[in-house]
């Protein structure tokens, strides 16, 4: 086994026995309580203002947030597309979200990412610990790795979910066929 596939390896244990330690854990729910903060998790901006996915969802607008991480090349390679997504859409209908992973460790790293491509969406950050726990929490699904994204529709909530790049074209598509079904509520 290679050094790299033994890292990826290694990286993915750490993320997945706290996941299976808090598996049989009941949820709380209130309703008025945001899930990151009700999970522990702690999200900032990247000037250190605590944030929540809560303050971007809902407001008559698909939300989607894309999970990224500064060293992931699916996310190097494809975030162009959610930047021109996000700038078609901002005004209409939709916007994009980006939370990376990078935790505090590798803040520079993230800030990195974003200056290097411009990215034109708000983007949170925390630690790769907490961003698993609240995918977890949220999906009802393990967060395998990056990009991943979750998809909240106009109301603020939870549409899909999705582990791994997604066409833009297949977003645009999702949100023309669910359109109908949030115009009737």
Known sequence: MNTHVTKLFSVSLLFLVP?????????????SVPAAVEAGVVLTDFAGKQST????????????VMIWASDCHICNTEVVEYMAFHEAHKDKDA????????????????QDFLDRHLVNFPSLI???EAVTKLYAQLTGSF??????????????????????????????EFMAANADMNNRG
């Open 19 to 31: 996941y299976l330690a808090a598996a049989g854990e009941p949820t709380k729910s209130q309703p």
């Open 53 to 64: 996915i809560d303050e971007f969802a809902g407001g008559d607008k698909w939300l989607v």
């Open 95 to 110: 916007s994009v979200l980006g939370i990376s992973m990078d935790g505090a460790s590798r803040k520079k790293e993230a």
């Open 126 to 128: 925390g630690e790769a």
């Open 143 to 172: 967060l395998a790795g990056t990009p991943a994204f979750m998809i909240y529709d106009p109301s603020g909530e939870l549409a899909a979910k999705q582990v791994g790049a997604v066409p833009v074209k297949i977003i645009e």
